[in-house]
């Protein structure tokens, strides 16, 4: 399990984000988007949150081209 980064993402935190990964957010964007990139966050802490025990993982990718005609 791995602890999460940080426990709160700020709007001055949303710039950087985002051009990182090449959005272009306007300005008056910003304060809508922190909290629902927070929010987000928060959901995957608990997922990992969740005990899976001695489970496996799954492995059911297919890679052959099927014709679905």
Same mark, same amino acid.
């Given at each position: ?6 426990? !709160? $993402? ?6 950087? /984000? +985002?051009? @990182? @990964? %090449?959005?272009?957010? +306007?300005?008056? %964007?910003? *304060?809508? $988007? @922190?909290?629902?990139?927070?929010? $987000?966050?928060? /959901?995957? *802490? +608990? /997922?990992? +949150? $969740? *005990? /899976?025990? !001695?489970? =496996?993982?799954?492995?059911?990718? *297919? =890679?052959?081209? %099927?014709? %679905?005609?």
């Amino acid at each position: 399990m791995i602890d999460s980064v940080s426990k !709160e $993402v700020k709007s001055g935190d949303i710039p950087v /984000l +985002a051009k @990182a @990964a %090449r959005l272009d957010l +306007a300005p008056d %964007r910003l *304060d809508i $988007v @922190a909290p629902a990139l927070d929010s $987000v966050l928060h /959901l995957f *802490d +608990a /997922l990992d +949150a $969740v *005990d /899976l025990g !001695e489970t =496996p993982p799954t492995n059911s990718f *297919d =890679p052959r081209w %099927r014709d %679905r005609s």
